[in-house]
């Protein structure tokens, strides 16, 4: 079944589209065939959090956008999931926020960066780093290719949102000391625990949420949200993300059978 013919009344429809995209985006050689997998990972986690952005989640998003734009060197580092599921909101971002997008990918080739790049321009991204010889400059603390970054962007950021990671990268980032925001859906993952910020969401509804936010955000004084980025605590919140999670299946379990309390769309 093609994008196209998903029946819109078909109770999984959002979800398979969003799987239809990605698909395409594959062919196109923008996503890895590992980011297929890493993709049904994903969504057997947002099962588990019920397919929709949880209080936990938009603590974590406010105090990501905070980040961003009390940063002095913001950056946002793109793979071919993002890039798939999320490139015009990412581009919004960079634009509200001033930060620069930067590809970084785990399975690297020319041909990957550069269908990365033509997506991201294709949708109003006017710099787009990392791509080729941009990417100069070595993290010698990661094994992968991730290591590759750009000497005006991952290198010398101070704040670095990384969504969809590999837990590799984002224990060196912050072990450099640079605050890292990551997006995943699983609370268990080593990017989800090394993070300075952990958005427990899909990507797919964070990356708009991000957006709105930093509108709003952007008319706020610099001291509030130091205040705020300061108050968060990423164990906390995935702490919340992880009862979250627990109590939902208490629940479920307890009654037995859950098709009878099932929301809209789960099977
Ligand atoms: O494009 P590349 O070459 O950089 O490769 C990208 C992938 C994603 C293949 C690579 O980074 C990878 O292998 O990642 P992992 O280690 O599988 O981690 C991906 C994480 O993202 C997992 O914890 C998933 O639960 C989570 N995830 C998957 N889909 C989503 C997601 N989180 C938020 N939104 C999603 N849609």
């Known amino acids: 079944m093609r994008e196209t013919e998903i029946p819109p009344e078909h109770p999984r429809a959002e979800s398979l589209?969003?799987?239809?995209?990605?698909?395409?985006?594959?062919?196109?050689?923008?996503?890895?065939?590992?980011g297929l997998f890493a993709h049904g990972r994903g969504?057997?986690?947002d099962y588990l959090l019920?397919?929709?952005?949880?209080?936990?989640?938009?603590k974590a998003m406010e105090a990501a956008v905070a980040a961003l734009l009390t940063a002095r060197r913001p950056v946002i580092s793109v793979n071919g999931n993002a890039a798939a599921l999320a490139a015009r909101d990412i581009v919004k971002l960079a634009q509200v926020t001033g930060a620069k997008i930067e590809v970084n990918l785990f399975y690297r080739s020319a041909e990957r960066e550069l269908?990365?790049?033509?997506?991201?321009e294709k949708v109003g991204a006017e710099q787009?780093?990392?791509?080729?010889?941009?990417?100069s400059a070595r993290i010698p603390e990661i094994g992968s290719e991730r290591r590759r970054v750009d000497p005006e962007g991952v290198l010398v950021?101070?704040?670095?949102?990384?969504?969809?990671?590999d837990g590799d990268r984002t224990e060196a980032l912050a072990k450099m000391g640079k605050k890292v925001i990551a997006i995943d859906l699983n609370p268990l993952s080593r990017t989800a625990q090394f993070a300075t910020v952990t958005i427990v969401d899909n990507i797919v509804?964070?990356?708009?949420?991000?957006?709105k936010i930093a509108e709003e955000f952007k008319k706020e004084e610099r001291s509030k949200l130091e205040t705020l980025l300061a108050n968060f605590?990423?164990?906390?919140?995935?702490?919340?993300?992880?009862?979250?999670?627990n109590q939902r299946l208490s629940k479920l379990a307890e009654k037995g059978c859950y098709i009878s309390v099932s929301q809209k769309g789960e099977r």
């Open 17 to 34: 589209q969003i799987r239809e995209r990605l698909v395409r985006h594959y062919k196109s050689g923008v996503v890895a065939d590992a």
């Open 157 to 165: 950021a101070d704040v670095v949102l990384v969504p969809l990671e």
């Open 115 to 120: 269908a990365i790049k033509a997506l991201l």
């Open 128 to 135: 787009v780093l990392g791509v080729g010889k941009a990417a």
């Open 50 to 58: 019920g397919e929709k952005t949880r209080e936990n989640a938009l």
């Open 43 to 45: 969504e057997a986690f």
């Open 205 to 211: 509804r964070a990356m708009p949420a991000l957006v």
């Open 233 to 245: 605590s990423n164990k906390k919140n995935l702490g919340e993300a992880i009862n979250l999670i």
